[in-house]
Nanobody
Framework: QVQLVESGGGLVQAGDSLRLSCAAS????????MGWFRQAPGKEREFVAA????????DYADSVKGRFTISRDNAENTVYLQMNSLKPEDTAVYYC??????????????????WGQGTQVTVSS
């Protein structure tokens, strides 16, 4: 069974950048759509970005469009989320998730089958 492990979170100041990584073990990411979601305290989990299994299509929440970039390195079995111009409202636990085989992007958490444990991102003003 595939396990997803996020890393790269931390405490930064507004305007800084971070790159999150999502590495898989016990399975592959290369033929699956992948997504990043986040959850702030007291709020529901929300969509951040997703990338199709081929990498040819990506989708972003309006709140991060132009600042965040999702990418994948299938040889490394890893998906990334480059976050630039971070804002205090980006503070949350960030989760990566794997969708179905040969699937496209989705904004709905229920359409993802496997989830990582999350990595904390805190942006101070």
């Amino acid at each position: 069974q595939v396990q997803l492990v996020e890393s790269g979170g931390g405490l930064v100041q507004a305007g800084d950048s971070l790159r999150l990584s999502c590495a898989a073990s016990g399975g592959t990411l290369s033929d699956y759509a992948m997504g990043w979601f986040r959850q702030a305290p007291g709020k529901e989990r929300e969509f951040v970005a997703a990338i199709s299994w081929s990498g040819g299509r990506s989708d972003y929440a309006d709140s991060v469009k132009g600042r965040f970039t999702i990418s994948r390195d299938n040889a490394e079995n890893t998906v990334y989320l480059q976050m630039n111009s971070l804002k205090p409202e980006d503070t949350a636990v960030y989760y990566c998730a794997r969708r179905n085989l040969y699937s496209s992007t989705s904004r709905y958490p229920g359409q993802y089958n496997y989830w990582g444990q999350g990595t904390q991102v805190t942006v101070s003003s």
